[in-house]
C-alpha cells in the first residue's frame, strides 16, 4: 500500500499541453496533470485501482494526485506527475546557483490514500496564499 | 439552409513551442469573430487557437481586487494602480515575456529599466542553464532546415518532442524527406536517451536507458571512449558497456549528426555543466564527423525574450537593474531564488503563469505582495493577482515577431480581433510606462 525510494521525474505531456491551452482553471487541467504514473511493476505492489488518490511525499513537500500507469514504461523504480502546480508542490526548489530549480529527479514515496481528495488547480495553489 | 461565411487565414505561425510551425490555416467564421477550424497544428496548437473564442475563463475587462474580490475596472483604474504598486515597490520583479511577441518584450525592457527592477523571462526555469553554457563553451548549431535537410543520425538527449514539440519530428528531425534524406524516417537512425521509454523512444532505432541525473557521467564517459580509452566499469549511469560502445561507432559512423536536448539535461542535477559536456563532446564529435546540437526551446517566443533582452541589456535573463545599470548574476537574480529569500516585495506577470509552474515555497511567497498579471486567460496567478490586466494572445489577435529556437525570427499574424476591452501586450506595457513615469517625475 505504500513504496519507498521511488525517484520523481517530472515533464511535458501533450494531454498538459492541450489541458493548459484549454484552460488552466479547468477539470481537464486536473485529468492531464494532477496524476502520478507508475511501472507496471511498481503499479501491482502498489495494489490498488487505477486512478485511486496516492500522497506523493519528497523531502520538499507533499501532494495527493490520481494513480496511474504509464504508457511510457518500462521505468520501474521512477514515478512521473506532468509538470504544473501538483508537480511543483514536491520538486526541489534549489538551483545550484543557476536560476534553474531541480525539477526532476527527487527522492519520492508514495502512499495509497483510497478516498483521498485530488485538489484541483485554484484550491492547492490558493493554499499557498492562505498560508 | 443559411451558409456561414468564413474568413480563411494563410501561412499562420503557430504561438504554442519553440518549433513554431507556420504552415497553419485558420478558419474564423465572420459574423462571430470566432476560429471554428485549425488545419495542420498539433493538438496543442489547435487547443491555443480554439482558447482565444469566447470562454468563462477569458478576460474581457481590466480588474482590481477590492475588498478580497477581483472586480472589473476601467483600464485607467487599472493602469494606476498597477503603477502605484510598482513605484512603491523597492525591489519589484518582471518575470514572463516568453509567449508575447518581441515588440512587447522591448517594452518590458524599458519598463524594467525605469523601475530599477528585476528583469527575468522564462529561460530561468528551463534553458537557463543552456544560456550559461553557451556562454562559457560556445555552441555548435544550426537552423532546422539544415537538420532536415542532411542529418542522418538525430540524438533526443533527455527532450519527449512527442509530446512537448509535437510536429518537430514532421517537419524537421524524423519523417521529414529532405534535400540529401529523400526517403524521409528510412534515411535517418534515431536515438534517445532517457530514464523513460518515451513515445519518442517508442518511435526511435535505439532507447538508451539512462538513470536520472547521471546524464552527465554518461557523456563523459563516451567523450573517454571516443578518445580511445577503455571503460573500466561494466556500465556507466546504468547504461551497458557494450551500448556505450555501439553508440559511438554510430556517431563515429555517421555523416551529420545533430543533438536535440530538453529539461531532462537542464532541469537535472548538474544543470549547466550537462549542457557544458554536451556542447564539448558535440565538438569533439566533430574530429570524426560532422555534429551539431540545438536545445529544443519550450515556449515560442522564449528565444525571442532572450535576444530581445541581450541586445538591449547585453544579458540573456536574470537581469538586475537595481543599482541603474543591467547587472547578471543567474544564482542572485533568478525568480526562483529571490523569491525562495523573499528578496521580492511586488512582481508583474506578463505572459507567464508562475504560480502552477515554480516551486510552492515560492509561489507563498510571491503571493505575499502585491502581483500584477498581463493574462489573456484566468490562471492560478492572474485568478490571486491583485490587478488584472486583460491581453490580446500574440500570434493570434495581435502580430509581431517571435523567434524560433534556431533563433530564425518569423512574423506572427493576426487572424481575429480581442474579445471586450482587451489590448495587446505591448500597448499594456507602453501605458503602464507613461504612468509609472508620470508617478516619478520623468518626461
Known amino acids: 500500500m505504500s513504496l519507498n525510494n521511488l525517484t520523481l521525474l517530472t515533464g511535458r505531456t501533450i494531454n498538459q499541453g492541450i489541458a493548459l491551452e484549454g484552460g488552466k482553471t479547468t477539470k481537464e487541467n486536473v485529468r492531464a496533470a494532477a496524476i502520478c504514473t507508475f511501472d507496471k511493476s511498481d503499479f501491482k505492489e502498489l495494489d490498488c485501482m487505477v486512478g485511486t488518490p496516492v500522497k506523493v511525499t519528497t523531502d520538499y513537500g507533499e501532494v495527493v494526485v490520481y494513480s496511474t500507469i504509464t504508457e511510457e514504461g518500462p521505468h520501474p523504480g521512477i514515478i512521473f506527475i506532468p509538470m504544473g502546480p501538483w508537480a511543483n508542490q514536491v520538486v526541489n526548489p534549489d538551483t545550484q546557483a543557476t536560476g534553474t530549480p531541480t525539477y526532476k529527479g527527487m527522492k519520492a514515496k508514495v502512499e495509497v490514500m483510497k478516498g483521498g481528495k485530488v485538489l484541483d488547480a485554484l484550491q492547492l495553489i490558493g493554499q499557498l496564499k492562505e498560508g | ?443
Open chain 2, 1 to 443: 439552409m443559411a451558409t456561414r461565411k468564413i474568413k480563411t487565414v494563410y501561412d499562420v505561425v503557430c504561438p504554442f513551442c519553440g518549433t513554431l510551425c507556420d504552415d497553419l490555416e485558420v478558419d474564423v467564421e465572420i459574423a462571430t469573430d470566432k476560429v471554428v477550424e485549425v488545419r495542420n497544428a498539433c493538438q496543442i496548437g489547435t487547443a491555443k487557437y480554439y482558447s482565444s473564442n469566447p470562454s468563462p475563463h477569458r478576460y474581457e475587462k481590466p480588474m482590481i481586487r477590492k475588498d478580497g474580490k477581483l472586480t472589473e475596472a476601467s483600464w485607467d483604474e487599472a493602469i494606476e494602480k498597477a503603477a502605484d504598486i510598482l513605484t512603491a515597490a523597492k525591489r519589484p520583479l518582471l518575470y514572463g515575456f516568453s509567449s508575447t511577441e518581441c515588440e512587447a518584450q522591448g517594452k518590458g525592457v524599458e519598463l524594467a529599466e525605469i523601475l530599477g527592477s528585476i528583469l527575468d523571462n522564462t529561460a530561468s526555469v528551463c534553458h537557463g542553464p543552456t544560456l550559461l553554457a553557451e556562454q562559457d563553451v560556445g555552441v555548435p548549431t544550426s537552423t532546422l532546415g539544415e537538420y532536415k535537410n542532411r542529418a542522418d543520425l538525430v540524438i533526443f538527449w533527455g527532450s519527449n518532442p512527442v509530446h512537448a514539440h509535437p510536429r518537430h519530428l514532421g517537419r524537421y528531425s524524423e519523417f521529414i524527406r529532405g534535400y540529401f534524406r529523400k526517403d524521409g524516417r528510412n534515411d535517418r537512425y534515431v536515438v534517445v536517451v532517457d530514464p523513460r521509454n518515451t513515445h519518442t523512444a517508442q518511435i526511435a532505432d535505439m532507447w538508451i536507458n539512462v538513470n536520472p541525473n547521471e546524464d552527465y557521467e554518461l557523456m563523459n564517459a563516451i567523450r573517454a571512449v571516443l578518445r580511445g580509452i577503455d571503460l573500466d566499469d561494466e556500465n556507466v549511469a546504468g547504461v551497458p558497456k557494450d551500448k556505450i560502445y555501439e553508440l559511438v561507432d554510430l556517431v563515429k559512423k555517421c555523416n551529420y549528426g545533430v543533438i536535440f536536448f530538453g529539461m531532462g539535461l537542464t532541469q537535472t542535477l548538474s544543470h549547466h555543466r550537462n549542457i557544458d559536456t554536451a556542447v564539448c563532446m558535440t565538438r569533439e564529435l566533430n574530429d570524426h564527423t560532422k555534429f551539431l546540437i540545438t536545445p529544443m526551446r519550450g515556449h515560442y517566443n522564449v528565444s525571442g525574450a532572450n535576444t530581445v533582452f541581450t541586445w538591449n541589456t547585453g544579458y540573456a535573463y536574470s537581469i538586475d537593474f537595481s543599482r541603474g545599470y543591467p547587472r547578471y548574476n543567474p544564482g542572485e537574480f533568478s525568480s526562483v531564488p529571490l523569491l525562495m529569500n523573499d528578496e521580492v516585495d511586488a512582481s508583474l506577470i506578463v505572459a507567464s503563469d508562475p504560480a502552477s509552474n515554480f516551486p510552492q515555497d515560492s509561489v507563498r511567497n510571491m503571493f505575499k505582495h502585491p502581483l500584477i498579471a498581463i493574462e489573456p486567460h484566468e490562471t492560478p496567478t492572474s485568478a490571486f493577482a491583485d490587478v488584472v490586466l486583460p491581453a490580446a494572445i500574440a500570434g493570434i489577435e495581435c502580430d509581431g515577431t517571435a523567434y524560433r529556437m534556431d533563433h530564425v525570427p518569423l512574423r506572427l499574424r493576426k487572424v481575429k480581433d480581442a474579445p471586450g476591452e482587451c489590448l495587446t501586450d505591448k500597448e499594456i506595457l507602453e501605458r503602464l510606462i507613461k504612468k509609472v513615469k508620470e508617478k516619478l517625475g520623468e518626461k
